[in-house]
């Protein structure tokens, strides 16, 4: 039963943060950001928020510093909107997966190039 409200928190959170930085956050160090995934621990203590960021690294290190700046505000209005004894602690991650699925399919297409 556990699984399932840590899963229902994670979708909602999910959802929120990404309201939030794309309406609310004002911060120009923060580009094109998407909430890829959202991972709760079981007590709700802390929230992993895997991010991808479009650009490139640079582009990654500084969306993911503005994130961290407005670490603060994104957990206030984050407590305001998800209704939570405690709100989690927010923990920002850059997620790899994206890139490395576009790599696999470029690598495939390649192949399938070198085929015909």
């Known amino acids: 039963m556990a699984k399932n409200r840590t899963g229902r928190v994670s979708e909602q959170i999910k959802k929120e943060l990404s309201l939030l930085i794309q309406s609310e956050?004002?911060?120009?160090?923060?580009?094109?950001?998407?909430?890829?995934?959202?991972?709760?621990t079981n007590d709700l203590s802390q929230a992993k928020v895997f991010l991808s960021v479009l650009g490139d690294?640079?582009?990654?290190?500084?969306?993911?510093?503005g994130l961290e700046k407005?670490?603060?505000?994104?957990?206030s209005e984050l407590g305001k909107?998800?209704?939570?004894?405690?709100?989690?602690?927010?923990i920002f991650k850059i997620d790899?997966?994206?890139?490395?699925?576009?790599?696999?399919?470029?690598?495939?297409?390649?192949?399938?190039?070198?085929?015909?």
């Open 57 to 65: 690294a640079e582009q990654q290190e500084n969306s993911l510093r």
């Open 25 to 40: 956050l004002k911060d120009p160090r923060v580009g094109f950001v998407t909430v890829t995934g959202v991972e709760v």
């Open 81 to 90: 909107r998800v209704l939570l004894r405690h709100t989690p602690e927010l």
């Open 96 to 116: 790899e997966s994206v890139a490395y699925g576009s790599r696999i399919e470029k690598l495939l297409g390649d192949v399938k190039q070198e085929e015909n």
């Open 70 to 75: 407005a670490k603060g505000f994104l957990r």
